[in-house]
């Protein structure tokens, strides 16, 4: 029988070297599931490259597929989901950058993303509909528009299964073990 697979997506140019990505991926193996870290190629590409990479990494046809993604990694695995076979979907602070986010943002958002991405942000809906079952984490502390983002997303996308959960006292921060705790916790 082939085991569960359980996909980590990190935020932008984080890495597996991260406390946070470190624990999910010992609790992962430690659950019995074929643990794979896909770090995206970061540089020169934008939002529909990294969505094609990893959904042509997960393939249409897996059974068993978690997808755990944190920030832009949360956004990638939202937008695959539309083009692959995910089963569960653990958004963790979803980012902001869905084209009815984009004139809330800051002007030093579009300065550290380029113009390229920011151009194709202000055309990226968020999924209607996706077969994944979703959870929506994010800190209590975080930034309001993330905080919104996760908030209006689990209101608009249909799934067969969401929820959300607010974590307390917690910020932008994967290896805050409030954070990794409630993550390990849906999976």
Not at 20 to 45: A, H, M, N, R, T
Not at 139 to 162: F, H, V
């Amino acid at each position: 029988m082939q085991k569960e697979k359980l996909y980590i997506i990190p935020g932008y140019h984080e890495s597996p070297k991260n406390l946070g990505y470190k624990q999910l991926i010992k609790s992962g193996k430690e659950k019995g599931y074929d643990v794979v870290f896909w770090e995206p190629e970061w540089k020169y590409k934008k939002m529909s490259d990294w969505v094609s990479d990893f959904s042509k990494k997960v393939g249409s046809s897996h059974q068993n597929t978690t997808v755990i993604g944190f920030s832009f990694g949360a956004f990638i695995a939202l937008l695959a989901s539309e083009k692959t076979k995910i089963d569960k979907i653990i958004s963790c602070s979803l980012s902001p950058y869905f084209e009815d986010d984009i004139n809330k943002l800051p002007d030093l958002a579009f300065k550290i993303l380029g113009k390229r991405r920011m151009l194709e942000f202000k055309s990226t809906r968020l999924p209607k509909q996706i077969s994944a079952k979703t959870t929506f984490l994010v800190g209590s502390n975080e930034w309001p528009l993330t905080i919104r983002r996760s908030k209006i997303s689990y209101k608009k996308i249909i799934a067969p299964k969401k929820e959300i959960f607010i974590i307390p006292d917690v910020n932008h921060n994967i290896s805050d073990p409030n954070y990794t705790e409630k993550v390990k916790k849906y999976f």
